[in-house]
């Protein structure tokens, strides 16, 4: 059962061990990761579960708890939070589920961890300044047009050239 | 809350006399009973305060407990009367704490012991008054699933056995009519369909329910609290209606005169007041004379009011029937002077005279021909003359009696009858439904508009010059006062004039013998109605000026109240001034009513009412009144129809029963005041309050109880389906940080296991799963019974809290998702039945008791103890113990054993105290 895309290895047996969970508790977001029992209603609430079986907010809490480290940063799940915040709002231990996969997110981009489909968004966004340039065909075009809009969006890449400026030339040069 | 000592030092025993100290314990709980039974059983008093009508608390309503299963009520009844007959134990129930000072040894507790309208040593618990009782409220003691009469008793054996009136207050209505009609009392009468009863309500206030039934103002139409929901109730057409049902009887019930004392009373003036005065006195006993100037009774109802509002044999029977009572009504017979009367032997006079002159308007021309004044007009049509009235008539006022004028001059045939009238439509004094029908029949309004000079040619009037106002800044009576335009005046030619610009007392009235104002009004006290001359009093028009005939017929009211006062040589005022609480509009749950519009008078068509006098409005059928009737909200809860009183045979109701505070001298206080059940609807995923078929613990506890709502059949509230799945939530608004209540409440799971348990005990086919988070079965017993549940019941447990419920719309079942966090699977479960169990919080109000004896509150909201390890059961405060759930949640056998620790270091202190006296 490892979930794991990058490497299939041998599930071995693993020892478990607090070192992850408090790497994250260190990590902003992540203090409160050892108040979890448990209990389920995250995943009960999970609006992300109720499409996939692959996605189950407790069980990825849980390998954290466990020390699971290398899976879980090597795992794209903590990616598919989408921030509703629903098991936030209803968790009776007051664990805040989004913050801690935030950090955890934090830990493996450091590490250089980012699923290819989430890098090569940012990749788009940083290309044409913004994500749905290849989407906006001649039919959105005529749409736009018969609903009376501007047919022209006016959009230029002023913004990330100022993003680019600012953050990754200036990275380059230090 | 707090209320300084009035009674000063005296309450308060000085050092040498000072006696053994005793104990107050506060809650009536298991843990408090306990406490005051060891306590006492050591020697010392104790009072048992509790703020419900029976001891027993929570433990009364529980069905079994864990975990023996044992019947609750079996465990606890023993005890109930083991309290309630000890001999030094003084039981306080249906009390409250309003204040506490001192300190150890010597508090000074004052207590308000609510009324319970039902004397409690009179009291046998007989319960025949619960038959008669015709008020039907939720039942909280069932958790409001059943429900009770408004006069109670909690359970079957509620200690003290004496049953209690849930009585609000005054209702908005009773409170606001100047005549006190307990408007809420006749029309829950008419929703059992006594309209006897009901009449005789009506009647103990007023004696005239046809009469007011057709003309009143009904000032409590504007107060009702139904008026808040969609629209008042039609309280003035619904007591015409008792009237009108009457006169279709075959047999009216006789009046039986009860004249039984000797001191005369003269009323001069048979109008509402007099009228009104001497019915209340007859009925008192005593032997009334009503002087009357007129040839014929009824004061302005008769000679003001026309016909096609008041039928004249509705008012003849009324005061008739006045008579009837044994009231001597001399009409023709004018009155020289009071001094006269006192001549004559009478011991107490009562002046009602009423206002009979006209303001004039002072306009110039005011005395041509064709220029008549409204009471003058009015009278005459009345007593039957024949007026002759032109064909253009101009009315001048917004009264009653320029409205009453416009259209009795349409009767009589003119042909275009103006109302001019100085202020616009909003400040209009007349009845509003009066002011429609007039307007139906063809009255023009000339609003905004003051005459300003009458215009004749050889003394007859020709026409009238007005001028156009508009309205400026309030004056003193919070209208709009009217101001003229310059340069709008015009001019109009009429016939007729009627100027009905407001009434005026006659200043060589006979009232002048007494103290009067210079108008001619008599000056009276307020509340007694009593001149400066002794014995005499007045009321009605001749005080307050030109008023309704609801405040004449209240004025006489009370007017009887002081006579009976100053014969019997009771001071006039003692305790009258005093109001009852009115019940206040957020006292009254509207939440749970549908929205229902009153009923609409029917009336006589336009065509055959203008050319003659007969009544206009034709009152509602029976069907329309029981239906309007049915939209009474009962304010008050109780509604003093007071048949519980009629079917006492030990006299033991008495609905004047008045709240009363008591002081207590005690040396040590012990808190026993319990929890609150947290309420699950903070948990709007779990659908509480919206699908039925979800219940909480204490629902349950009452559902499975054999002296339940159900008879202790478990069914499904909703439709009364035996459930074949029941699913139990545990952890609902305990270890919740989020809501605040981070700690756990310690009885939820043991309950929770039993209540399944029972589920099982109940129907054995029935699925039972409960779904929970931890099970803490930490007690003596505990872990072997969740063993037995599993086990022996059957009982499934799913380890995973509930995330949400949802309702099967169907058939009202209910889908519930969980993970399982043992099988790693997210489920929909479909139960039929849900029920939640609630954590447990300190009680409401606990903050201000605290506040009170100048402690703190823990954080969590409980007592704080002095020391969790070494003093469990001591506060902070010296002399002051806690047990039972007030200082944390605790199951039955701890609270008890909290309770006799309590009582035992509570002792400790009173023989420290003991020794020193």
């Known amino acids: 059962m490892v979930e794991t895309k990058g490497e299939l290895k041998q599930p071995s047996l693993h020892h478990p061990s607090s070192d992850f969970s408090e790497e994250i508790a260190n990590e902003p977001g992540g203090e409160d990761i050892t108040k979890c029992i448990q209990c389920g209603m995250c995943t009960a609430s999970c609006l992300v579960a109720k499409y996939t079986d692959r996605y189950r907010p407790r069980r990825l809490i849980q390998k954290i708890l466990l020390g699971k480290r290398e899976e879980v940063l090597n795992s794209e799940l903590p990616w598919l939070c989408m921030t509703c915040r629903l098991c936030e709002e209803r968790c009776q231990e007051g664990v805040s589920l989004p913050e801690i996969f935030g950090a955890v997110r934090k830990i493996a981009a450091r590490e250089g961890k980012i699923p290819n489909v989430f890098k090569s968004t940012a990749s788009l966004v940083l290309k044409d300044g913004w994500m749905l340039k290849d989407t906006y065909t001649d039919f959105i075009e005529d749409d736009r047009d018969d609903l009376g809009l501007d047919t022209d969006l006016n959009w230029d890449d002023d913004f990330v050239k100022k993003i680019k400026k600012k953050y990754f030339k200036e990275d380059k040069t230090r | ?917």
């Open chain 2, 1 to 917: 809350m707090t209320i300084e000592k009035a009674s000063g030092p005296s309450s308060q025993p000085r050092e040498d006399e000072r006696t053994t100290p005793a104990a107050l314990v506060i809650g009536g709980g298991v843990a408090g009973m306990q406490a005051a039974l060891d306590i006492a059983d050591q020697g010392f008093q104790v009072h048992l305060l509790e703020k419900s009508p029976s001891i027993g608390g929570r433990m009364a309503a529980i069905d079994k407990t864990f975990p023996t299963l044992d019947c609750s009520a079996c465990i606890l009844t023993p005890r109930l009367s083991d309290v309630s007959r000890h001999p030094r134990i003084d039981l306080l129930t249906y009390s409250e704490i309003q204040s506490i000072h001192g300190e150890i040894g010597d508090f000074r507790v004052r207590v308000r012991r609510k009324a319970r309208y039902v004397i409690e040593d009179a009291c046998s618990g007989c319960g025949d008054c619960v038959s008669v009782c015709p008020v039907e409220l939720p039942n909280e003691f069932d958790q409001d699933l059943g429900f009770r009469k408004a006069i109670y008793t909690p359970f079957p054996q509620a200690t003290p056995n004496a049953y209690t009136i849930d009585k609000k207050g005054e209702p908005a209505c009773r409170d606001t009519c100047p005549a006190h009609v307990n408007a809420q009392g006749f029309i829950t009468m008419m929703k059992t369909g006594d309209y006897a009863r009901a009449l005789a309500i009506v009647r103990d206030s007023i004696p005239f329910p046809g009469v007011l039934g057709r003309v009143c103002i009904s000032f409590c139409e504007g107060e009702c609290e139904r008026g808040y929901l969609d629209e008042s109730m039609k309280i003035r057409n619904l007591h015409r209606f008792l009237a009108d049902w009457e006169r279709t009887q075959d047999v009216i019930e006789p009046v039986e005169p009860s004249i039984d004392k000797d001191e005369e009373v003269a009323v001069i003036g048979s109008g509402p007041a007099g009228i009104s005065c001497a019915y209340q006195l007859a009925r008192k006993g005593y032997p009334v004379t009503v002087f009357e100037k007129q040839p014929l009774l009824g004061g302005l109802l008769r000679y003001a009011i026309p016909e096609y509002r008041l039928p004249r044999d509705i008012l003849d029977e009324e005061i008739q029937r006045v008579a009837e009572h044994g009231v001597k009504m001399k009409p023709n017979n004018p009155v020289e002077s009071i001094e006269d009367l006192k001549k004559r032997g009478f011991k107490a006079i009562f002046i009602a005279t009423g206002t009979w002159e006209c303001n004039e308007t002072g306009v110039r021309g005011e005395d041509a021909e064709g220029v008549l004044h409204s009471m003058e007009f009015l009278k005459k049509v009345n007593s039957g003359e024949d007026v002759e009235i032109g064909k253009k008539v101009v009315v001048i006022g917004g009264g009653d009696a320029a409205i009453d004028s416009a259209r009795v001059a349409i009767r009589l045939g003119a042909e275009e009858v103006t109302l001019v009238y100085r202020r616009s439509g909003i400040e209009i004094p007349a009845i509003p439904s009066e002011v429609e029908d007039a307007k139906e029949e063809g009255v023009k309004f000339m609003l905004l508009t003051n005459p300003t000079e009458f215009l004749s040619s050889d003394g007859e009037l020709t026409g009238i010059r007005c001028v156009k106002m508009r309205l400026g800044e309030p004056d003193y009576s919070g209208r709009r006062r009217p101001i003229p335009i310059q340069g709008s005046e015009f001019t109009m030619a009429v016939d007729t004039a009627v100027v009905a610009v407001g009434q005026k007392a006659d200043i060589h009235g006979v009232q002048t013998d007494c103290e009067c104002t210079k108008w001619g009004t008599v000056t009276v006290d307020e509340v007694t109605l009593a001149t400066n001359e002794p014995g005499v009093f007045a009321g009605g028009d001749i005080v307050t000026g030109p008023l309704t005939v609801v405040k004449a017929v209240g004025q006489g009211r009370e007017a009887a109240i002081s006579i009976d006062r100053y014969l019997r040589g009771i001071p006039l005022d003692e305790g009258r001034a005093e109001r009852l609480h009115r019940v206040q509009s957020y006292e009254v749950d509207k939440s749970q009513k549908e929205q229902a519009k009153g009923a609409v008078m029917p009336k006589q068509g336009l065509a055959s009412r203008r050319n003659n006098f007969t009544e206009v409005e034709l009152g509602f059928t029976e069907e329309v009144a029981r239906q309007e009737a049915e939209r009474c909200l009962g304010c008050a809860n109780c509604c003093e129809c007071k048949l519980c009183v009629d079917a006492c045979t030990r006299e033991a109701i008495d609905h004047s029963m008045k709240d009363e505070i008591m002081d207590l001298d005690v040396g040590v206080i012990v808190l026993a005041t319990g929890y609150k059940l947290f309420d699950v609807s903070r948990y709007p995923q779990y659908g509480y309050g919206k699908f039925s078929n979800v219940i909480h613990a204490m629902e349950y506890e009452r559902l499975i109880n054999a002296a339940g709502p159900t008879m202790g059949h478990l069914v499904r509230l909703s439709d009364g389906k035996i459930p074949e799945n029941i699913g139990f939530i545990q952890c609902v608004g305990a270890r919740d940080v989020s809501k605040g209540v981070p700690y756990c409440s310690r009885v939820c799971c043991m309950y929770g296991i039993k209540n399944a348990v029972m589920a099982k005990e109940h129907h054995p086919d029935c699925e039972v799963t409960m779904y929970y988070a931890d099970i803490r079965a930490f007690g003596k017993g505990f872990e072997e019974f969740y063993e037995m549940a599993r086990t022996r019941f059957g009982v499934n447990f799913v380890r995973g809290r509930v995330s949400e419920v949802n309702e099967n719309e169907e058939n009202g079942n209910l889908i519930v998702r969980v993970e399982d966090t043992e099988k790693d699977i997210v489920h929909n479960v479909e139960h039929d039945l849900i029920v939640l169990s609630p954590g447990i919080q300190p009680p409401e109000g606990m903050g201000d008791m605290v506040v009170e004896l100048g402690m703190d509150l823990a954080i969590d909201g409980y007592i704080d103890v002095a020391d969790r390890v070494i003093t469990p059961v001591d506060t902070k405060l010296a002399g002051v113990f806690v047990c039972g759930c007030a200082d944390g949640p605790k199951d039955i056998p701890d609270s008890v054993s909290a309770g006799s620790a309590a009582a035992m270091r509570a002792t400790i202190i009173l023989n420290r105290y003991q020794d020193k006296s």
